[in-house]
């Protein structure tokens, strides 16, 4: 019945603005096995476990980060790698020397029938080949044989036909390149070389 009447008087104290913690008296009973108060039973959290499951919480946000950065750089490594791999190109006849006079330029689709290129014989007799298709917009592009240069008339972007790299205008790399092989007088293609950028 004491026990009652202090529990009562306690629990006035704190209504009327005593403040947030119980008294001692009331920690001593509690230490002493006794029935815990009012109080401890609407505030039952303990602050070391609290503090316990704020580290498992941060536990976990650092292990789910640390997985997460793993699997981006490793799709980063494949995607590097894929890039790095080199398809295999078949080998096609796309022409005969003796067809083309200085000056001339033949079309083919290589390697595929959607990838227009264009062979070229400068004035030197040099025979080289590249890709169509301007690196800016994809226009066609065409062999000035008096500029001795590879051309795009849509925006004025200029090529060396020694290597495609870029001369003027706003095309961002190289023509890619078809590789070339001679056996006799068929112009074989056996590969692309794709330009790199400036």
Same mark, same amino acid.
């Given at each position: ?7 009562? !008087? ?19 009973? #509690?230490? #002493?096995? +006794? ?59 796309? $022409?005969?020397?003796? #067809?083309?006079?200085? *000056? ?7 390697? $595929? ?26 226009? !066609? ?14 925006? #004025? $972007? ?5 290597? *495609? ?16 092989? +001679? ?7 056996? *590969?692309?070389?794709? $330009?790199?950028?400036?």
């Amino acid at each position: 019945m004491k026990h009652e009447n202090s529990d009562r !008087a306690q629990r006035g104290s704190h209504a009327n603005g005593a403040g947030p913690w119980p008294p001692a008296s009331e920690r001593v009973a #509690e230490s #002493e096995g +006794r029935r815990p108060s009012v109080w401890r039973e609407e505030f039952s959290v303990d602050a070391a476990e609290d503090a316990y499951v704020l580290r498992r919480q941060f536990t976990k946000f650092l292990v789910l980060t640390s997985f997460g950065m793993a699997c981006g750089n490793a799709w980063i490594w494949m995607r590097s790698v894929a890039a790095r791999h080199r398809p295999a190109y078949p080998e096609m006849r796309v $022409g005969r020397a003796s #067809e083309l006079g200085p *000056g001339q330029v033949k079309m083919f689709s290589y390697p $595929g029938p959607d990838d227009p290129c264009i062979l070229v014989r400068r004035a030197n007799g040099a025979i080289a080949a590249f890709s169509q298709k301007c690196t800016h917009l994809s226009c !066609a592009v065409y062999y000035a044989a008096s500029r001795d240069r590879l051309e795009c008339p849509c925006h #004025e $972007g200029y090529f060396s036909p020694d290597d *495609g790299r870029v001369l003027q205008g706003p095309p961002p790399r190289p023509l890619p390149r078809i590789q070339l092989s +001679r056996r006799g007088d068929d112009i074989v293609a056996v *590969g692309v070389e794709e $330009g790199a950028e400036p």
